[in-house]
Each structure stands twice: as C-alpha cells, then as structure tokens.
C-alpha cells in the first residue's frame, strides 16, 4: 500500500505535469506559426522583377544529354518546360536569352576514344547536338558554342568563348542560370560567371544533374550558393 500511494501519486503528478504543458504547448503552437508564417511568405512571394541588365543562360540543353541520348542526364527532359517559362518570360520582357551547347568534333578529347572519361556526345552539327525541341528558344537568342576543336574541353559556357564579351557589350549584370547537368556545365558555368563579377540566380527548377557519384547535383548546389549565387524557383518571379 505504502507503495502503492506514492505510485498512484506520482501517476497524478506525472498526469498533472503532462497536463501542464499543454496550455504552453497550446500557446508555443500558436507562437511559432507566425514568425515561420512570415518566413514562409517572404520565401514564396513573388519578390524577383526582370528587369534591364538581366540575362538568361540555358546551359546545354542538347539532345544527347536527354533520356535517349547518348550522355543522358536522369531526368533530364525535366528542365525542358522549366526552362520554356524562363524563357518565354524573358523573351516577354524583351531580355536577352542565351544558349550554351557542346559543339565536339568526332575526335573531341573528352571522349573515351581519346582518352577522355565520356562517350561521344554532341558532335557538331548532329541530331544530338541539336537544342531540346520543346525549349522554343526565341529567334533572338544567341548561341553560344563551346570546345569545338579536338583539343580542347570546356565545361564553363564562359571557357574559350566570347560570353562574358558578350554579356557586357548588352550590359548585362545579373545572370539565370539553368539546364544540364548541375554538377559540370551549370556549375562551372556559374563558378565562372560569379569569377567573372555577375550576381547569379540559380533555377533550381530548372536543373538535373548526372550524380556519378550519389548527392553530386546536392554538393554542387552547395558549392554554387556557397560561392555566392541564389537559389530561385520561378514562383519567386513577380509576374
Ligand atoms: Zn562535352
């Protein structure tokens, strides 16, 4: 009995003290909610607005890195729509739009012919060096093509071409930046475009990655933010 009393009143105790918490609890609930609420909604609200100085860079968005290709990233197919949005928002505003895309010859260095670690991708002028057909790259965009000798291999849509010459000469200041693959040509691309002085604004919607190794496309985000660009989906765009 001695026993069972302090039992029983330490049940009630445990009781009342599971009890107590709860008004407090009641009140954290209500609490935290608005200052995560407020979080919340200056994360999703509409903050960026396009405006003159912006550009938009589709980073090799070919059909041999495509499901079916012959370097295909996984999911690859996904930043086609993704990056249609951008453009045709861009293309809406009158800003100007880049593409980037591998233009090898048939003996380029990088394919394992040569030594290099890829299978033939991109050869000059084949189908599967052609831009994603859904990617309705206006009329106006330019093109931007990288290591087409044999020689030479660039990553960066900035490597051994007049890009940056480019962006300049428009007065470009600040770049968005999507397409293929998250873990070398966008992260090269936005490695050197930050080296280079522009802002960056990386479409996080608008990326896939190869993930040779597990998690690469996530440690090439990290590295990209890290470095200093911003993260932005399209909701972020104030319309
Ligand atoms: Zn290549």
């Given at each position: 009995?001695?026993?069972?009393?302090?039992?029983?009143?330490?049940?009630?105790?445990?009781?009342?003290?599971?009890?107590?918490?709860?008004?407090?609890?009641?009140?954290?609930?209500?609490?935290?909610?608005?200052?995560?609420?407020?979080?919340?909604?200056?994360?999703?609200?509409?903050?960026?607005?396009?405006?003159?100085?912006?550009?938009?860079?589709?980073?090799?968005?070919?059909?041999?890195?495509?499901?079916?290709?012959?370097?295909?990233?996984?999911?690859?197919?996904?930043?086609?729509?993704?990056?249609?949005?951008?453009?045709?928002?861009?293309?809406?505003?009158?800003?100007?739009?880049?593409?980037?895309?591998?233009?090898?010859?048939?003996?380029?260095?990088?394919?394992?012919?040569?030594?290099?670690?890829?299978?033939?991708?991109?050869?000059?002028?084949?189908?599967?060096?052609?831009?994603?057909?859904?990617?309705?790259?206006?009329?106006?965009?330019?093109?931007?093509?990288?290591?087409?000798?044999?020689?030479?291999?660039?990553?960066?849509?900035?490597?051994?071409?007049?890009?940056?010459?480019?962006?300049?000469?428009?007065?470009?200041?600040?770049l968005?930046i999507?397409?293929?693959?998250?873990?070398?040509?966008?992260?090269?691309?936005?490695?050197?475009a930050?080296?280079?002085?522009f802002?960056v604004?990386?479409?996080?919607?608008?990326?896939?990655?190869?993930?040779?190794?597990?998690?690469?496309?996530?440690?090439?985000?990290?590295?990209?933010?890290?470095?200093?660009?911003?993260?932005?989906?399209?909701?972020?765009?104030?319309?």
């Open positions: 009995m001695s026993l069972l009393v302090p039992r029983a009143a330490g049940s009630l105790t445990i009781v009342n003290i599971a009890a107590a918490p709860g008004p407090d609890n009641a009140l954290g609930s209500v609490r935290i909610p608005l200052p995560f609420a407020a979080v919340r909604h200056m994360n999703t609200s509409p903050s960026i607005r396009l405006q003159s100085g912006d550009a938009l860079i589709a980073v090799d968005v070919q059909n041999d890195f495509l499901p079916g290709g012959s370097l295909a990233v996984p999911e690859g197919d996904a930043v086609v729509p993704a990056l249609k949005r951008y453009i045709a928002a861009f293309a809406a505003r009158a800003l100007p739009v880049f593409a980037t895309r591998d233009w090898h010859p048939p003996n380029h260095c990088s394919f394992k012919a040569q030594g290099g670690i890829w299978p033939p991708h991109c050869v000059a002028a084949t189908s599967g060096a052609e831009f994603a057909s859904g990617l309705a790259l206006p009329p106006a965009a330019v093109i931007v093509s990288k290591a087409a000798t044999p020689e030479a291999d660039s990553y960066s849509g900035f490597g051994g071409t007049d890009l940056a010459a480019r962006l300049r000469l428009g007065r470009v200041t600040r968005f999507g397409g293929l693959a998250t873990d070398y040509c966008v992260l090269n691309t936005v490695k050197d930050l080296a280079a002085g802002e604004l990386l479409l996080a919607d608008a990326i896939r990655a190869v993930d040779v190794n597990a998690g690469d496309g996530a440690r090439a985000q990290g590295e990209m933010q890290k470095l200093g660009a911003r993260t932005i989906r399209y909701e972020d765009l104030a319309s």
